[in-house]
């Protein structure tokens, strides 16, 4: 991945930070985000032990208006986007009967919606450079089996998934390659 340009969200710990420090021993330099910046410390570092580039910035991806603004620092700071990994998640496990409004917007917000406004901003920038790119969702096994007391991580995921599917028809004329990891 050498010459190329990640952006990981939810990237401060677990599969995010995982995520980041794969893709800079392959040679990519980093843009990673999470809700607090200063939470991406131990991630920027393990980035820089592995010789690239890592910018940081604080993101929570149920704001979306936020969301170019971030692309676009990613893209000046490092020149171009090439990769997206949509990280950032949200579980709560509770009885369906009581979940709230609150809650389930929460999870669909983080968990959907932030990874369709991601993926948008981003495929934008690729487009615009036309060397194509890869964006990958991280999905769960609840993408293709309900969990009981996990309806609304359930149903984000499923519909990640079918995001997925497709964002990659639309996109793959582009040259964006649009994948899910569950």
Not at 12 to 27: D, F, H, K, T, Y
């Amino acid at each position: 991945l050498e010459g190329k340009v990640a952006i990981v969200t939810g990237a401060s710990r677990g599969l995010g930070q995982a995520i980041a420090v794969a893709l800079a021993e392959a040679g990519a330099d980093l843009f990673v985000t999470a809700r607090n910046e200063s939470s991406l410390d131990e991630t920027r570092a393990k980035v820089a032990a592995a010789g690239r580039k890592c910018h940081v910035a604080a993101q929570n991806v149920r704001d979306t208006s936020s969301i170019a603004a971030t692309v676009e620092r990613c893209r000046e700071k490092l020149g171009r986007i090439d990769i997206l990994v949509n990280n950032a998640g949200f579980e709560h496990v509770s009885p369906s009967v009581d979940v709230d409004e609150a809650l389930w917007d929460a999870i669909v917000d983080t968990n959907l919606k932030g990874a369709f406004f991601w993926s948008q901003a981003v495929a934008r920038v690729i487009s615009g450079q036309g060397a194509g790119g890869s964006i990958v969702n991280l999905c769960s096994l609840t993408s293709y089996v309900g969990i009981p007391t996990a309806v609304p991580y359930t149903s984000s995921k499923s519909g990640l998934l079918g995001m997925t599917r497709a964002l990659a028809s639309e996109w793959a004329a582009s040259g964006i390659r649009v994948n899910a990891i569950a």
